[in-house]
């Protein structure tokens, strides 16, 4: 069974999520430390819960979502997997990191190329692979069948959506996105979005003003 814990970092208030099994292996999805503090929040609860860190992936590439990549990448040795398009917007963080005045350790480049139908092992579960692109050129989301849980990057918030502003956003993209991929779900899938509390597929199909 699946477990998902959240951290929020960073100026952003990114959501990191930790999601792990009765086996202890974990994947950090988006790590948005920043501080030295909050790099030590998250190994805490590392510790805490006697996890092992096996993978470490990105459901996109903007800049609140990758704070962390150089850390986690090292502290516990592991190899950045994103999909191949967000490359751009893994690249535009640093210019954009100097501009916003933030100092960012560059991401290390990713070693694993993740697309719609793979399926992301760890421990005893397996998370799905789906392509969301709108808030971002190639976002991807994270679903489990099993455990009804879905990591789901800035595609869909609490009665709320992804902004499409950033380059390669797009509003029409996003809420097709949405329609096909996570409005075909159950309504008791937990979403656990990049920021903002948890919702689910139900309150949001319900009561989300941009998906009437
Ligand atoms: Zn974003």
């Not at 800049?63 to 751009?88: M, Q, R, S, T």
């Not at 535009?92 to 480049?109: F, N, R, W």
């Not at 760890?122 to 789906?130: D, E, I, M």
Request: charged content about 20%; glycine content about 8%; overall charge negative.
């Amino acid at each position: 069974m699946i477990e998902v814990a959240s951290l929020t970092f960073n100026p952003f208030q990114e959501n990191t999520y930790i999601v792990y099994d009765e086996t202890k292996e974990a994947i950090i999805f988006d790590p948005g430390c920043y501080t030295k503090a909050e790099e030590q929040l998250l190994v805490d609860f590392i510790t805490n819960h006697q996890l092992q860190p096996v993978r470490l992936i990105n459901t996109h590439c903007h800049i609140d979502h990758v704070l962390g990549n150089y850390f986690v990448a090292e502290k516990y040795g592991l190899k950045l997997e994103i999909h191949k398009g967000e490359l751009p917007v893994l690249d535009a963080v640093i210019p954009y990191g100097t501009m916003m005045g933030l100092k960012v350790e560059p991401s290390p480049a990713p070693e694993v190329f993740l697309e719609e139908g793979d399926e992301v092992e760890f421990g005893n579960s397996k998370l799905a692979v789906l392509f969301t692109p709108g808030h971002s050129p190639a976002s991807i989301s994270f679903y489990s069948q099993a455990s009804e849980v879905l990591i789901a990057g800035d595609v869909l918030f609490y009665e709320s959506i992804g902004r499409t502003d950033l380059p390669g956003g797009d509003f029409a993209t996003l809420i097709k996105s949405i329609k096909t991929q996570f409005f075909t779900l159950e309504d008791q899938v937990r979403v656990f979005p990049g920021h903002g509390p948890a919702t689910t597929i139900g309150h949001e199909r319900k009561h989300n003003p941009f998906l009437r």
